[in-house]
């Protein structure tokens, strides 16, 4: 009975240790890759130390600068071309259109506010674009970016009613068929048909001022898109000793044909 037992565990012990074994032959082979690498890689390096210094003093001189000069090269290729791109920035920066907003916009006859229409008629008008720039302006939109806005003295607590019109000259606008080019020291007087504006809420008694915001679009020669935006206020004559020189921006939506001349605000102005 014993011995059947000793046989009986022989076959156990073998097979657990067959795993044991696997696994020593699998990490032996993992080291000797390794180690095989390693070897590989200092065979290199010697190999690449041993030719180097193969090399006698001139052929070593000789390499070096030949590595220099590709070195060289490669550097002042690099700065060529960033010059280059520097230089070509700066001839279209000197060499552009600025189209500007000449002068403030005129009414050509009396326009009517009346709040019991709801309606500001604005009457003809007129505008001015000049290219004071020393390059042709080679498409001008100016037609399509005016804006009149009724602002209330009495605050009402809400930008859209409170505050003055102001431009985005980054505006991104698309051709239109009216544009038409600008050389340079060219002014161009732009006509404006009468056109209509709604009301905000107001009264008869209360007083108001008068904004328009003018911006004018254009493309120059390298097909770069430019814009200037100002913002102009309407002033009255006025016999009051703080508006008698540039004139008095109040007055009130009371059906009376008006007539007054815009003056540059403060605000609104850019250029790019």
Same mark, same amino acid.
């Given at each position: 009975?014993?011995?059947?037992?000793?046989?009986?565990?022989?076959?156990?012990?073998?097979? !657990?240790?067959?795993?044991?074994?696997?696994?020593?032959? &699998? !990490?032996?082979?993992?080291?000797?890759?390794?180690?095989?690498?390693?070897?590989?890689?200092?065979?290199?390096? &010697?190999?690449?130390?041993?030719?180097?210094?193969?090399?006698?003093?001139?052929?070593?001189?000789?390499?070096?600068?030949?590595?220099?000069?590709?070195?060289?090269?490669?550097?002042?290729?690099?700065?060529?071309?960033?010059?280059?791109?520097?230089?070509?920035?700066?001839?279209?920066?000197?060499?552009?259109?600025?189209?500007? !907003?000449?002068?403030?916009?005129?009414?050509?006859?009396?326009?009517?506010?009346?709040?019991?229409? @709801?309606?500001?008629?604005? @009457?003809?008008?007129?505008?001015?674009?000049?290219? +004071?720039?020393?390059?042709?302006?080679?498409?001008? !939109?100016?037609?399509?970016?005016?804006?009149?806005?009724?602002?209330?003295?009495?605050?009402? @607590?809400?930008?859209?009613?409170?505050?003055?019109?102001?431009?985005?000259?980054?505006?991104?606008?698309?051709?239109?068929?009216?544009?038409?080019?600008?050389?340079?020291?060219?002014?161009?007087? +732009?006509?404006?048909?009468?056109?209509?504006?709604?009301?905000?809420?107001?009264?008869?008694?209360?007083?108001?001022?008068?904004?328009?915001?003018?911006?004018?679009?254009?493309?120059?020669?390298?097909?770069?898109?430019?814009?200037?935006?100002?913002?102009?206020?309407?002033?009255?004559?006025?016999?009051?000793?703080?508006?008698?020189?540039?004139?008095?921006?109040?007055?009130?939506?009371?059906?009376?044909?008006?007539? @007054?001349?815009?003056?540059?605000?403060?605000?609104?102005?850019?250029?790019?």
């Amino acid at each position: 009975m014993k011995d059947n037992d000793r046989n009986d565990d022989k076959p156990n012990a073998a097979d !657990n240790l067959t795993p044991t074994s696997t696994r020593e032959n &699998k !990490n032996n082979k993992g080291h000797k890759s390794k180690s095989d690498a390693d070897k590989s890689n200092r065979r290199q390096k &010697k190999t690449f130390r041993a030719v180097w210094r193969s090399y006698s003093r001139v052929k070593q001189l000789e390499v070096v600068i030949a590595g220099l000069a590709a070195a060289g090269v490669v550097g002042y290729l690099i700065a060529y071309i960033v010059v280059s791109m520097k230089q070509n920035s700066q001839v279209q920066m000197q060499h552009m259109p600025l189209v500007i !907003n000449s002068r403030p916009p005129e009414f050509l006859q009396p326009f009517i506010c009346d709040v019991r229409k @709801g309606q500001l008629n604005t @009457g003809n008008m007129r505008r001015f674009v000049k290219n +004071i720039g020393d390059a042709n302006a080679v498409k001008v !939109n100016a037609f399509f970016f005016s804006r009149l806005k009724i602002i209330p003295e009495h605050k009402r @607590g809400s930008e859209s009613f409170d505050a003055p019109p102001v431009g985005n000259c980054n505006q991104k606008v698309g051709s239109v068929p009216v544009e038409f080019p600008l050389p340079p020291n060219i002014e161009k007087q +732009i006509e404006i048909r009468q056109g209509a504006m709604t009301l905000p809420p107001l009264s008869t008694d209360e007083p108001i001022q008068l904004y328009d915001l003018e911006c004018v679009y254009y493309w120059d020669e390298y097909g770069n898109s430019h814009g200037t935006c100002d913002t102009y206020r309407l002033l009255f004559p006025s016999t009051n000793p703080l508006d008698i020189i540039s004139g008095s921006p109040t007055f009130f939506c009371d059906a009376t044909p008006r007539i @007054g001349k815009f003056r540059e605000a403060l605000i609104g102005h850019c250029e790019q």
